[in-house]
């Protein structure tokens, strides 16, 4: 499973980019994802609103410190 709470990150990478320009950049992505995908048998991908991401985020910032 992966999660994230960059919403347009997960759009882009389940093909629902409003962005035009941002497009090759998705299908990047995309093309790692499916790499990715060839290893496992599936992948989750799930949209989480940031209010709702805080443990994440305490975890995150504590790493980078």
């Avoid at 990150?9 to 320009?21: C, D, E, R, T, W």
């Avoid at 299908?27 to 991401?53: A, M």
Wanted: some cysteine.
């Amino acid at each position: 499973h992966i999660f994230g709470d960059n919403q347009s990150v997960i759009m882009g990478i389940n093909k629902q980019v409003k962005a035009k320009k941002l497009a090759a950049y998705y299908q990047k992505v995309r093309d790692i994802f499916y790499r990715i995908l060839s290893y496992t048998k599936s992948i989750y991908l799930k949209w989480i609103p940031r209010e709702e991401n805080t443990v994440a985020d305490a975890l995150c910032r504590e790493g980078v410190v």
